[in-house]
């Protein structure tokens, strides 16, 4: 071989070749270029020769990324990595010779390091090469199988395996073909199908729309439809069905078709609505309770919803109470919807009480605030079986209501035509519903509570004012040790005490000293019994005047709302003064009927005894006594006339509780026939209660009242001849005129002449001691002003003539007019200048006796207590702390002091009466 | 039993100037099975002063409280005790010599005297003491011995 012939193997290369030598860091310079590179690219030698190596190569007008910035890249990798570097698919604009166009080529090239001795880089050989036809055939071929792989994976997805059953037909409607998705569908294997009509498959109610579309189809027209179909295992399907015509060449020859099974997506669109339907009940439900509470009503039209919407044939409600005696658990049915199937039960008497424990199988869960659940076909024989076949039950599903703590009754769906077995869903959505029935229960049920208390609270305390501001009795709280917590206000009434005077008071303070022993006694028998009466006793009023008193003690130390003794007492002042009067009036009468000549009686209206008193012998009216005595006698011989009248005034007087004295007149006929006028005057006795028990009364000849009005005017004559006479200070004070009247008393004891002095303001009024005179004018004011008083008492100071201090006592009698004006004063004055020095002199020696009695009681008391303890030590031999001896010696030394003491008192007692004295 | 719970609760005080009753009393209390043995005072004071520093919240005294003392006597006590309560809770038993029934009365006024006795006293009257509703249950289990 020749040694230079690199250069013609170079030259005869049939692919177009470079030679480049790296110049600057990043510029190659063309150093050759062989034939078939100038042929390839159409530049001459000249024009790439020792120009940089982008010039040389062909330009790429069309493509962004340039071919000539692809070798660059490619050569100075090159030189970096002294390595080959191939460019795969290089893309190049090159002219064609025959038309003279630039047409985009595809090229292989490679770029070849050529080193120096040292290792360096000294030129790269850059190679061009065609890309063959063939193998873009390969390529081709590859892009086709993809697509083929792709198609069948396609086929695979959407036709094979698509759930959707896709299908071809005959015109007859025979199954030609069809994917796995119909053959699942239809529950037949494809070799069965094939050459079936697709008629079987159609539910007989759907058949004509079917053939309807499938004619359709036939005729050309792409149709869709949905309709029921049975697989071949009887399985309903409702199936979406979309035909094709297929056509060829204008004629159709087969009928290609998509059935989608929608009975699912059709049952959720169901359940779906149901549920929309049941929040819809839901919220209707709960805004009507929110805005009626519990109104049967509303609960009506609720029940009818809810019931047409989870399709039961019966919706219901039971209350439950418990029976108050036995605690037994009543139910009754309170609201009630029916379908068309169920019969109504609202009125069936036997479903109101009716104890829950009948039904047995019921009772269990619902008390445990469990949902019962039954269908006929599962019960036993008993109660509930009765209940089913009576009311034409199937299925029946209760849910319980709690209120608290306690069954409040329970709601319940009946249905009247299958035997529905509830699932878990429904129960939980009408439990659900329940659940806010039971909250508006509940919250009806607190706010009945409230309400009741409210009510209970209004009228107990209505009642606890009407009893104590309204009443006539005396109400007050005590504690146990008798200290008032509370007083009323009618004490300032009836015994003149503000309450704010009585409360922190012990009561015994005021009850009188004689009895209150008695009221103690009786006082703690609080202890044991719930209410206790004191019987009466007497209780000092503000004047210091003892009122008798009857009162009832109420234990209520353990109520929240007392935490005290209530006592309810009674003035029965006049009750026991009548009682005394009585006794007094009956000795009085007994004498009187021996005197005069009136028929005086007692009748006992509880045992209806009539006693009469008369004088033994002598005839009254001119019967005989044994006549008299007749209990009859009255009514025999009452004018006829005037006996319906009579005894018509006499029972309403009896049972007026407010009456105590009738006062008639009317005829009464005598034993010789004729009748006489008499006026009947009866003392009508009652009870504490009000209840008349006694009538006591005079009945006298109207000639005995004409003499008795003589008798009064001798006995005003007698007053006034009294007066002239008496040295009592009396005097009659006529208002209207002011004119005062004096007795001649005054003058003897005030030392004031009378006679000049008439009016009560120049005269009487300056001679009260200055510090009384206000109160003295404002007392005397008061009582005529007061057109109820009829008495005025005051006691008070009065200046002497001789300058000296009187204390008085002035009593007056007021008279008035019809309208209450008081008219005339006639009153007295006492002196009780010396009783009062009396009194005081004996209050402050009582004072200083009670003193030395106290002193005396404890340390008289303290020696013979001692001495009483050592006996007691001595005999019962059980001493400890001391020796016999140290007991004999504290006796003798006791004994010893009790002696001294009793000297001592001797002597201090000596000394005290002497200070009395 | 001495040491059961509800009696270590109840402190018993007696409170009196005669040493001998105070002694005579000492011994009844112990024959009707009170225990612990009761502290003695001499006056008003004295027990005052006992009450202070043994006070505090969940402790009881019981104090059979003579009325006839020098220094401090019972009517005297009872007002200070009013004035100033402690934190203890005090039942006070009035046992006197006197036969007055003012003293009774008067005794009556004052919110923790629970019962009145004469001197001395007696085993029916400790008795009474003990079934007291206020502190019955302090001697329940002595009782039941």
Redesign the interface.
């Given at each position: 071989m020749k040694k230079d012939c690199w250069k013609e193997i170079f030259e005869a290369i049939p692919f177009a070749c470079l030679v480049l030598m790296p110049k600057l860091p990043d510029e190659f310079v063309v150093v050759d270029a062989n034939p078939a590179y100038l042929r390839l690219t159409g530049f001459s030698k000249e024009d790439v020769l020792n120009r940089d190596s982008r010039e040389a190569f062909p330009p790429v007008p069309a493509v962004e990324e340039c071919g000539r910035d692809q070798i660059s890249a490619a050569l100075l990798k090159v030189l970096k990595t002294g390595k080959k570097v191939e460019i795969k698919d290089l893309r190049l604009d090159l002219r064609n010779n025959n038309t003279g166009r630039f047409e985009q080529q595809a090229f292989t090239s490679q770029n070849i390091p050529i080193k120096n001795s040292a290792g360096e880089v000294e030129v790269i050989l850059h190679t061009i090469r065609k890309v063959t036809i063939e193998n873009q055939y390969d390529k081709r071929e590859k892009e086709i199988l993809e697509e083929l792989n792709l198609s069948r994976q396609q086929f695979k997805n959407f036709i094979h395996e698509n759930p959707d059953g896709l299908y071809r037909l005959d015109l007859e409607g025979n199954f030609i073909h069809a994917n796995e998705g119909l053959t699942k569908m239809a529950e037949i294997p494809l070799d069965k199908l094939k050459k079936t009509n697709f008629l079987p498959f159609c539910a007989p109610y759907h058949k004509e729309l079917i053939l309807d579309h499938f004619s359709r189809a036939t005729a050309g027209r792409i149709t869709s439809f949905e309709a029921d179909f049975f697989s071949a295992k009887g399985n309903k399907l409702n199936l979406k069905i979309l035909l094709m015509p297929m056509q060829v060449e204008g004629k159709v020859v087969e009928v290609h078709g998509i059935a989608k099974d929608v009975t699912q997506l059709k049952q959720n669109e169901k359940v779906i609505v149901e549920k929309s339907r049941f929040l819809e009940v839901h919220a209707a439900f709960v805004s009507s309770l929110l805005e009626n509470d519990i109104q049967h009503d509303a609960l009506n039209e609720t029940f009818g919803i809810i019931g047409k919407t989870v399709n039961a044939d019966r919706m219901y409600y039971f209350g439950a109470d418990k029976d108050p005696d036995t605690g037994e658990i009543l139910i009754s049915q309170k609201v009630e919807w029916c379908s068309a199937n169920a019969i109504p039960q609202i009125d069936n008497e036997e479903l109101q009480n009716m104890p829950i424990k009948k039904v047995e199988e019921i009772t269990a869960p619902l008390i445990k605030n469990l949902p019962f659940t039954a269908i006929y076909q599962d019960l036993e024989p008993g109660a509930l079986k009765d209940i089913f076949e009576e009311q034409q039950i199937k299925s029946m599903l209760l849910l319980p209501i709690f209120v608290g703590e306690n069954l409040s009754g329970f709601v319940g769906f009946d249905d009247c035509t299958r035997q529905r077995v509830w699932n878990e869903e429904e129960i939980s959505f009408l439990k659900s519903l329940t659940q806010n029935l039971t909250n508006a229960f509940e919250k009806s049920a607190a706010l009945e509570k409230v309400k009741k208390r409210e009510e209970e609270l209004k009228l107990s305390e209505q009642k606890f004012r009407a009893l104590v501001q309204e009443g006539s009795d005396l109400i007050s709280i005590l504690n146990i040790n008798g200290y008032y917590s509370f007083v009323s206000e009618n004490y300032k009434k009836l015994l003149g005490f503000n309450p704010e005077e009585l409360t922190g008071k012990n009561a015994y303070h005021y009850i009188h000293p004689e009895d209150t022993e008695k009221v103690r006694t009786q006082f703690f028998r609080l202890t044991e019994e719930k209410q206790v009466t004191i019987s009466p006793y007497r209780f000092r009023n503000k004047e210091g005047q003892y009122r008798w008193v009857q009162t009832t003690l109420t234990n209520l130390l353990d109520d929240s709302a007392v935490q005290g003794i209530v006592a309810n007492s009674r003035d029965i002042t006049t009750v026991i003064k009548q009682a005394r009067e009585i006794e007094h009036i009956n000795e009085r009468y007994q004498l009187a009927a021996t005197a005069t000549e009136d028929l005086i009686y007692d009748w006992d209206l509880t045992s209806n005894e009539v006693t009469r008193f008369h004088r033994g012998l002598q005839e009254l009216f001119g019967y005989p006594s044994d006549v008299v005595n007749k209990r009859s006698f009255w009514k025999e011989n009452i004018h006829p006339e005037d006996k319906p009248i009579e005894k018509k005034k006499l029972y309403q007087a009896i049972g007026d509780p407010n009456q105590d004295f009738i006062k008639t007149e009317y005829r009464f006929r005598k034993a010789d026939g004729t009748y006489a006028r008499v006026v009947d005057k009866g003392y009508i006795i009652r009870d504490h209660t009000g209840k008349a028990v006694r009538l006591i009364g005079a009945t006298s000849d109207i000639s005995e009242i004409t003499a008795k009005r003589e008798a009064v005017k001798v006995a005003n004559k007698r007053f006034k001849m009294a007066m002239k006479a008496t040295s009592e200070m009396i005097w009659d004070w006529d208002i209207k005129k002011d004119f005062v009247t004096r007795s001649k008393g005054y003058k003897k004891i005030f030392g004031y002449d009378t006679n000049n002095a008439t009016s009560v303001n120049s005269f009487w009024l300056d001679k009260v001691a200055k510090e009384d005179r206000e109160k003295v004018e404002h007392s005397l004011k008061c009582a005529l002003k007061d057109t109820e008083a009829k008495k005025w008492k005051l006691e008070y100071r009065i200046v002497k003539a001789d300058g000296k201090i009187a204390h008085v006592v002035d009593r007056g009698y007021i008279l008035r007019d019809k309208n209450g004006q008081a008219t005339r004063m006639v009153g007295a004055v006492l002196d009780v200048t010396h009783s009062r020095k009396i009194l005081r002199k004996i209050q402050k020696q009582n004072k200083i006796l009670k003193e030395i009695a106290w002193e005396q009681s404890h340390v008289v008391r303290a020696p013979l207590a001692r001495i009483k303890g050592l006996l007691h030590l001595l005999e019962e031999e059980e001493f400890e702390e001391m020796s016999k001896e140290e007991i004999l010696f504290h006796m003798k030394d006791s004994t010893n002091e009790l002696d001294s003491i009793i000297r001592n008192i001797v002597g201090k007692t000596e000394k005290i009466n002497v200070r009395v004295r | 039993m001495s040491g059961s719970a509800s009696s270590e609760l109840c402190e018993v005080l007696i409170v009196d100037d005669?040493k001998?009753?105070a002694?005579?009393?000492?011994?009844?209390l112990?024959?009707s099975q009170i225990e612990p043995a009761p502290v003695i005072c001499d006056n008003g004071r004295k027990a005052l002063e006992y009450i202070a520093a043994h006070d505090g919240t969940g402790k009881k005294f019981l104090i059979l409280l003579d009325?006839?003392m020098p220094v401090l006597d019972g009517w005297k006590f009872l007002k200070k005790l009013n004035k100033n309560p402690p934190q203890a809770k005090v039942f006070i038993i009035i046992v006197?010599?006197?036969?007055?029934q003012?003293?009774h009365?008067k005794a009556?006024?004052y919110g923790q005297v629970i019962h009145f006795c004469?001197?001395?006293?007696?085993a029916g009257c400790i008795l009474k003491i003990k079934d007291l509703e206020q502190v019955r249950l302090f001697f329940l289990d002595q009782k039941e011995q």
């Open positions: - | 005669d001998v009753v002694l005579l009393h000492k011994n009844s112990r024959s009325l006839n006197t010599s006197s036969i007055n003012k003293d009365l009556q006024t004469r001197k001395p006293l007696s």
